[in-house]
Structures are given as C-alpha cells and as structure tokens.
C-alpha cells in the first residue's frame, strides 16, 4: 500500500503561481510513476504532468510551457511549480503514484482556484 500527502493548493489570483507538494509513504520502492491530475467540475479527470523515478516527464498540452513537475526521491516526493495561473486551471488537482506493476494509488486532492 502506498499513502499520499498532497498540499499546497489555495486560492490564487490570475497570473499567480502555486506549488503543490505530494509525499508518498508505505511501499514506494522500484521503479514508479508519480504525478498529478486534475478535474474541474462536469469535466474528466485530465493528466497534468508525470514524473518517473528516472525523472522522465510528461505534461499536459494545456500546461506545458507554465507547469513544472519536478521530485525529489530521498523524500518520496513529488512537486508540481504552477506558473502564470489561468481561471481554467481551476480544479481539484489530484497526486497519483504509480508502480512497477502498474498498481495506482491517488491522493485525496487538493483545491486549487484561480480567480479572474
């Protein structure tokens, strides 16, 4: 089992920035996934950036060039630097971790709002 801590979300004018924080605990050693997705209301839950134990990413269209996922492993932690904000980034942005068996495990989530 795997448990996750996320924080870091909060209310945030347009053109602000964020850091969101999401600490693994319980069976993360081996090769992993760790990353964060988000999910407005009426909409799918989206991929908004991943980060592998080797530190290869993958972003979401919508957030490239104004997100950065980034961990660190000594901590079992993953962060995602959220830049030059937008009211559509607003959502409920979920931490999930992934393991060598392709086992998922997802945080609680945290609000993030972006005002206009």
């Known amino acids: 089992q795997v448990q996750l801590v996320e924080s870091g979300g909060g209310l945030v004018q347009s053109g602000g920035s964020l850091r969101l924080s999401c600490a693994a605990s319980?069976?993360?050693?081996?090769?992993?996934?760790m990353g964060w997705y988000r999910q407005a209301p009426g909409k799918q839950r989206e991929l908004v950036a991943s980060?592998?134990?080797?530190?290869?990413?993958n972003y979401g269209d919508s957030v490239k060039g104004r997100f950065t996922i980034s961990r660190d492993n000594a901590k079992n932690t993953v962060y995602l630097q959220m830049n030059s904000l937008k009211p559509e980034d607003t959502a409920v942005y979920y931490c999930?971790?992934?393991?060598?068996?392709?086992?998922?495990?997802w945080g609680q989530g945290t609000q993030v709002t972006v005002s206009s």
């Open positions: 319980g069976s993360v050693v081996g090769f992993n996934t």
């Open positions: 999930k971790f992934s393991n060598w068996r392709n086992a998922d495990y």
């Open positions: 980060i592998t134990s080797v530190r290869v990413t």
